[in-house]
């Protein structure tokens, strides 16, 4: 899982901690990072659920820690995948993101036969971060 810098090298795939004003710690954020010059860009995927994270927190955050693979499945993927295999490899990742879909899936299904509303809509929601996230640039 790999970009071009600006710089020229590539930069990798990883997660890590995002401190929002100096409180909160948003731990496993997918970040893309160049060793050479310490760019880091936010994973494509994730950065508009994390806009509206650190919107929610606002300014001034009591101190916390915020686990962001709770958040968004792509986080918690990318934290499974990183836990088996440095540094992470897009078919896995793909393979991971599939495995998880399929689970999402059999709920929803649990969840239709239920006649559970709620519980479909965030279905719904965790699917859709799934399927429209994955843009390798
Ligand atoms: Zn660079």
Redesign the pocket.
């Known amino acids: 899982m790999f970009k071009s ?3 020229g ?1 590539d930069m990798k795939l990883i997660l890590r901690t995002v401190v929002h004003a100096r409180k909160a710690s948003i731990v496993n954020v997918p970040v893309y990072s ?1 060793e ?2 310490s ?1 880091n860009e936010v994973f494509p995927g994730v950065k508009e659920e994390l806009g509206r994270l650190v919107g929610r927190l606002g300014t001034r955050p009591q101190a916390q820690r915020i686990p962001f693979d709770e958040i968004h499945e792509w986080a918690a993927v990318l934290r499974e995948v990183a836990a088996a295999d440095r540094p992470l490899q897009a078919a896995s990742v793909m393979r991971k993101a599939e495995e998880r879909t399929n689970e999402l899936l059999d709920l929803m299904l649990i969840a239709s036969s239920l006649g559970d509303e709620i519980w479909k809509k965030e279905l719904k929601r965790r699917l859709s971060q799934l399927s429209a996230q994955y843009i390798p640039t």
């Open positions: 810098c600006p710089c090298h160049c050479i010059c760019r």
